[in-house]
Nanobody, 123 residues
Protein backbone atom coordinates (compact mmCIF):
# COMPACT_ATOMS: atom_id res chain seq x y z
CA UNK A 1 0.00 0.00 0.00
CA UNK A 2 1.41 3.35 -1.02
CA UNK A 3 0.16 6.91 -0.98
CA UNK A 4 1.96 9.52 -3.03
CA UNK A 5 1.23 13.15 -2.24
CA UNK A 6 2.21 15.87 -4.67
CA UNK A 7 1.36 19.40 -5.72
CA UNK A 8 2.92 21.46 -2.97
CA UNK A 9 4.94 24.57 -3.67
CA UNK A 10 5.43 28.23 -2.99
CA UNK A 11 2.51 30.55 -3.56
CA UNK A 12 1.61 34.09 -2.57
CA UNK A 13 -1.19 34.79 -0.15
CA UNK A 14 -4.51 34.66 -1.94
CA UNK A 15 -3.24 32.13 -4.43
CA UNK A 16 -4.26 28.54 -5.08
CA UNK A 17 -2.71 25.09 -5.16
CA UNK A 18 -4.11 21.65 -5.83
CA UNK A 19 -2.66 18.72 -3.95
CA UNK A 20 -2.99 15.18 -5.25
CA UNK A 21 -2.81 11.91 -3.37
CA UNK A 22 -2.37 8.87 -5.60
CA UNK A 23 -2.97 5.51 -3.98
CA UNK A 24 -1.66 2.14 -5.08
CA UNK A 25 -1.93 -1.32 -3.63
CA UNK A 26 -5.54 -0.94 -2.62
CA UNK A 27 -8.79 0.37 -4.00
CA UNK A 28 -10.69 3.26 -2.53
CA UNK A 29 -13.84 1.30 -1.85
CA UNK A 30 -14.81 1.62 1.81
CA UNK A 31 -11.84 3.80 2.69
CA UNK A 32 -11.71 7.27 4.15
CA UNK A 33 -8.93 9.48 2.86
CA UNK A 34 -7.72 12.40 4.89
CA UNK A 35 -5.47 15.38 4.42
CA UNK A 36 -3.44 16.51 7.41
CA UNK A 37 -0.88 19.23 7.87
CA UNK A 38 1.93 19.93 10.24
CA UNK A 39 3.55 23.29 10.66
CA UNK A 40 6.95 23.66 12.35
CA UNK A 41 6.62 23.25 16.10
CA UNK A 42 2.96 22.29 15.89
CA UNK A 43 1.01 19.07 16.12
CA UNK A 44 -0.31 17.36 13.03
CA UNK A 45 -3.88 18.48 12.44
CA UNK A 46 -6.68 17.18 10.29
CA UNK A 47 -7.59 19.48 7.42
CA UNK A 48 -10.17 17.54 5.45
CA UNK A 49 -11.32 14.02 4.78
CA UNK A 50 -13.62 12.21 2.41
CA UNK A 51 -15.35 8.87 2.41
CA UNK A 52 -14.83 7.14 -0.90
CA UNK A 53 -17.99 5.09 -0.44
CA UNK A 54 -20.53 7.90 -0.24
CA UNK A 55 -18.53 11.08 -0.85
CA UNK A 56 -19.25 12.56 2.55
CA UNK A 57 -16.70 15.16 3.57
CA UNK A 58 -15.37 17.04 6.54
CA UNK A 59 -13.44 20.29 6.72
CA UNK A 60 -11.64 21.90 9.61
CA UNK A 61 -13.11 25.30 10.46
CA UNK A 62 -9.86 26.97 9.50
CA UNK A 63 -10.18 25.86 5.87
CA UNK A 64 -13.94 25.65 5.41
CA UNK A 65 -15.02 27.61 2.35
CA UNK A 66 -11.48 27.79 0.99
CA UNK A 67 -10.47 24.14 0.53
CA UNK A 68 -12.32 21.46 -1.41
CA UNK A 69 -11.61 17.75 -1.21
CA UNK A 70 -12.61 15.43 -4.02
CA UNK A 71 -11.90 11.94 -5.21
CA UNK A 72 -11.54 10.23 -8.54
CA UNK A 73 -12.08 6.59 -7.68
CA UNK A 74 -11.25 5.50 -11.23
CA UNK A 75 -7.76 6.92 -10.72
CA UNK A 76 -7.47 6.05 -7.03
CA UNK A 77 -6.63 9.69 -6.44
CA UNK A 78 -7.85 12.26 -3.94
CA UNK A 79 -7.42 15.97 -4.51
CA UNK A 80 -7.32 18.94 -2.19
CA UNK A 81 -8.05 22.20 -3.97
CA UNK A 82 -6.78 25.04 -1.84
CA UNK A 83 -7.92 28.56 -2.66
CA UNK A 84 -7.42 31.90 -0.92
CA UNK A 85 -4.32 30.57 0.72
CA UNK A 86 -3.04 32.33 3.81
CA UNK A 87 0.43 32.34 5.41
CA UNK A 88 -1.10 30.32 8.25
CA UNK A 89 -1.67 27.49 5.76
CA UNK A 90 2.08 26.99 5.45
CA UNK A 91 2.86 23.42 6.47
CA UNK A 92 3.82 20.00 5.27
CA UNK A 93 0.65 18.36 4.00
CA UNK A 94 0.13 14.61 4.28
CA UNK A 95 -2.51 12.33 2.90
CA UNK A 96 -3.59 9.23 4.75
CA UNK A 97 -5.96 6.34 4.24
CA UNK A 98 -8.20 4.73 6.78
CA UNK A 99 -9.43 1.16 6.27
CA UNK A 100 -12.88 2.28 7.31
CA UNK A 101 -15.34 4.46 5.46
CA UNK A 102 -16.15 6.62 8.48
CA UNK A 103 -14.61 10.06 8.58
CA UNK A 104 -12.07 10.97 11.22
CA UNK A 105 -9.71 13.87 11.86
CA UNK A 106 -7.52 11.99 14.30
CA UNK A 107 -4.18 10.92 12.83
CA UNK A 108 -4.18 7.81 14.99
CA UNK A 109 -7.26 6.52 13.18
CA UNK A 110 -5.44 6.25 9.86
CA UNK A 111 -3.64 3.14 8.70
CA UNK A 112 -1.50 4.32 5.79
CA UNK A 113 0.40 7.55 5.23
CA UNK A 114 2.05 9.18 2.29
CA UNK A 115 5.14 11.31 2.40
CA UNK A 116 4.46 14.97 2.91
CA UNK A 117 4.39 17.75 0.38
CA UNK A 118 5.44 21.22 1.47
CA UNK A 119 3.10 24.16 1.00
CA UNK A 120 4.59 27.59 1.62
CA UNK A 121 2.39 30.67 1.47
CA UNK A 122 4.20 33.98 1.41
CA UNK A 123 2.62 37.18 2.66
Amino acid sequence: VQLQASGGGLVQAGGSLRLSCAASGFTFDDYAIGWFRQAPGKKREGVSCISSSDGSTYYANSVKGRFTISTDNSKNTVYLQMNSLEPEDTAVYYCAARNNRWLSVFPGDYDYWGQGTLVTVSS
